[in-house]
């Protein structure tokens, strides 16, 4: 270990170097691994390859799985993000739908004298509510 005295500019960007470095190694070795337990195109010997692969080899590994499987990578994370946000919009329109539908039905009875303001007025905040 150096010195405080002997620890100069240089030696300080070349430790953030380093640090960050090793964050971006470790990030990559997530997605890597992220991405291949997720895969259901390949078996679980394949699985269990890749795996051993990148500890035994880690750089080089994360390296080859990328430089093979980046197309496939990116394809399996939009579908994921299209999925999610198909779910998330059949959400909204079911709930939306739903209180949507209610305060339709709440109008038409008030308009035909079915049913007073007030109760109009509850009926669109429970729909509102959700209950």
Do not use: C
């Amino acid at each position: 270990m150096l010195p405080l005295a002997a620890y100069d500019l240089g030696d300080l960007l070349w430790s953030f170097l380093v640090f960050f470095a090793w964050i971006i190694f470790f990030w990559l070795l997530f997605i890597v691994f992220g991405d291949l337990f997720r895969r259901h195109d390949i078996s679980g010997w394949g699985k269990a390859g890749w795996t051993i692969f990148v500890i035994i080899l880690p750089f080089l590994g994360v390296l080859i799985y990328l430089i093979a499987n980046g197309q496939g990578m990116a394809e399996r994370s939009a579908s994921d993000v299209q999925a999610a946000q198909s779910q998330t919009d059949a959400y909204i329109r079911q709930v939306a739908g739903g209180s949507a539908d209610q305060i339709a039905k709440a109008k038409e009875l008030l308009d035909s004298g079915a049913i007073t303001q007030a109760e109009f007025d509850q009926l669109k905040a429970k729909a509102l509510a959700g209950t």
